[in-house]
């Protein structure tokens, strides 16, 4: 046995521990704005055996995220494919899993990363030739301790920017409650029985589901203007959107971007999760403490989207000061400029007709939308208020955006908001850079 064998041995460990992160103390909080240097540890551990060397020169970025927002029973024995739209692409790849909200050790035997065959968007076929096997720390599987998130050594596959990507995982045992993002408005498919991982064809692939399981983000490597996180409730998630369409509001921000040249064109991060508030725990953690995991420990972040508070509105129990929402505002800017990250704000969009609201409610709304125009909170403003509500009756959403709920947003009311926002705030210098 040579010694460069022996030392990679003694080394896996040691390295494996470094890519299991915790919510507190991610991986990417070591490359994140405010820390100097790459993710060494995560960088040197992509040329192993299964897994070509990768040219590692330019920064990560990501590309794609999903905010875990609570738990379902886990799948014992079958094969997960999960479907993920890109932003920026990149000449390699890193997929982010978790188990953050598990109670038990997650066992992943294997995890794939392939292309979706183009034009088939409710397909789990992959791009002949595409399938690349997903390592850790050299090894192709890996047990992630409850609580904790995993980022997989770089993969060697050019990702396409504006492309579908295909993450398939097996879960030989029953590892607990599985971390999952709810209401994905994506196909995504379930292999009952056995590893499916490696399969290009798809066809043991025979039921489909609408949650993302267990993968909550795809970075990539390449010349992308770092990224940009959008953190919000069900509107930024898209609720009201169409099925498959990729037509969220931050999927329309993306597009918006993509005559840049790639130098310049920075990822967009969509970390929304249906029934979120700032205050208090809802659907998912309150935005508040999901800052690190879901924002500031993301690749390249340079610029934050906050579209938070209907929810502490109208919930239960309801948010009735308007102080309390503002001076929360003001935290996740403080904890942001910290990093030296830009804030953008955005203006809470109407409701009336909504079966939550009152005119005592809307009072507070238009107390904080006050507030947040007032610039004296954000490094800029997006007033997405004043984009979609109807003039003849300003509480409520225009009949042209509204799918029919009265809260939530058609497509054209997902391109509005994402119109609303002004690209030269969006990437302008963050403070401190």
């Known amino acids: 046995m040579t010694r460069a064998i022996m030392l990679r041995r003694l080394l896996a460990p040691l390295v494996t521990t470094l890519v299991l992160t915790s919510p507190g103390v991610t991986a990417e909080a070591r490359s994140a704005p405010g820390h100097r240097g790459p993710d060494r540890a995560e960088n040197e551990i992509g040329n192993r055996p299964g897994n070509q060397a990768v040219d590692r020169r330019g920064p990560w970025t990501g590309t794609w995220e999903a905010a875990p927002s609570g738990t379902v029973p886990a799948l014992p024995g079958a094969s997960i494919r999960d479907v993920v739209h890109t932003s920026v692409g990149g000449r390699a790849a890193r997929v982010r899993l978790s188990n953050r909200l598990g109670t038990r050790p997650l066992q992943l035997g294997s995890v794939t990363l392939a292309l979706q065959r183009p034009g088939e968007p409710r397909s789990p076929r992959a791009v002949a030739g595409s399938m690349r096997t ?7 599987s890996v047990t992630v301790p409850a609580g904790r998130d995993v980022v ?14 295909l993450v398939s995982v097996h879960t030989p045992a029953d590892s607990g409650p ?10 995504n498919f379930v292999a009952p029985r056995g590893d499916r991982t490696a399969e290009e064809s798809g066809a043991a692939y025979t039921t489909t589901v609408g949650d993302w399981y267990y993968v909550t983000g795809v970075d990539v490597l390449g010349p992308a203007a770092g990224s ?4 919000g409730d069900s509107i930024t998630d898209g609720t009201g959107s169409s ?7 931050p999927d329309r921000l993306s597009a918006r971007l993509r005559d840049l040249p790639a130098y310049r064109r ?17 659907r998912g953690p309150s935005a508040l403490t999901r800052l690190d995991t879901d924002v500031f420990s993301r690749a390249g972040v340079r610029t934050m989207i906050v579209l938070e508070g209907v929810n502490d509105l109208k919930g239960t129990p309801e948010q009735r000061d308007p102080r309390a929402l503002v001076n929360a505002y003001r935290l996740v800017v403080r904890r942001a400029h910290a990093r030296g990250i830009r804030v953008i704000g955005a203006t809470i969009t109407p409701y009336g007709g909504h079966v939550a609201y009152t005119p005592a409610r809307e009072a507070v709304r238009q ?6 125009r007032s610039r004296r909170i954000f490094d800029a403003v997006a007033d997405f208020d004043a984009t979609v509500r109807d003039p003849a009756r300003p509480s409520r959403i225009l009949p042209a955006y509204d799918p029919g709920d009265h809260l939530h947003f058609n497509d054209a009311g997902m391109r509005a908001l994402a119109d ?12 401190g850079r």
């Open 134 to 140: 997903v390592t850790f720390a050299g090894a192709g």
């Open 152 to 165: 997989s050594d770089p993969v060697a596959l050019p990702v396409p920017a504006d492309s579908n990507l």
């Open 178 to 187: 599985a971390t999952y993002h709810r209401s994905a408005l994506q196909a």
């Open 228 to 231: 940009v996180v959008a953190l």
């Open 243 to 249: 099925f498959d369409a990729n037509h969220r509001w």
């Open 266 to 282: 920075p990822g967009v991060l969509n970390a929304g999760i249906a029934g979120n508030r700032v205050l208090l725990a809802g």
């Open 367 to 372: 107390a904080v939308n006050t507030a947040i």
């Open 420 to 431: 609303t926002i002004d690209l030269r705030s969006l990437l302008a210098k963050a403070p």
